[in-house]
């Protein structure tokens, strides 16, 4: 028998303060025929073998937004390990959430991050992008099931941190 592996993943709470107030951006999923076409979700994307994961960040959300990352919370106190062969890379994201049942094993690592630019309409993985208010967030998150999975707890957590602030 075969043994396989979830897949690592890296994805992205991109914030923006518009008129004072903190916006993200959201998208819905578009896969080609996928079952959860439509779903709500954050950009986010599988890490390439030996991609540093702040990398794989910035090329995903470029990718699936058009947007440039400017700032990754977190980034300044990652460490780089050298020796034996290995270069290894040790970060601290924000959120982390693996799927342990369903069609596709995979494991996000959530990063709180800022991006310049201007958002694209929509790419072949994802569609309808906009900027939406905590508030709209908390209602929006009130119907979990128009969510893709994976995001919806890393949200919730997100909305806990900026009431906390």
């Not at 994201?93 to 094993?105: K, L, R, T």
């Not at 309808?128 to 979990?144: A, H, I, P, T």
């Amino acid at each position: 028998m075969t043994e396989l592996f979830s897949k690592p993943a890296a994805g992205g709470i991109i914030e923006r303060i518009i008129d004072g107030e903190v916006f993200i951006l959201l998208q819905e999923r578009y896969k080609g025929n996928d079952r959860e076409n439509g779903l709500v979700e954050i950009p986010a994307g599988k890490i390439r073998e030996f991609e540093n994961i702040y990398d794989c960040l910035r090329r995903e959300i470029s990718e699936e937004t058009g947007l440039e990352v400017t700032y990754i919370q977190g980034e300044e106190e990652s460490v780089i390990v050298e020796h034996n062969g290995y270069k290894v890379l040790n970060y601290t994201p924000f959120s982390c959430s693996q799927n342990v049942e369903g069609d596709y094993p995979i494991m996000v690592q959530v990063f709180i991050c800022r991006a310049d630019g201007k958002e694209v309409e929509g790419t072949n993985e994802s569609r309808n992008l906009r900027w939406v208010s905590l508030n709209d967030l908390r209602d929006m998150l009130r119907d979990e099931e128009s969510f893709y999975p994976m995001h919806v707890s890393t949200l919730k957590k997100y909305i806990k941190s900026k009431d906390m602030e």
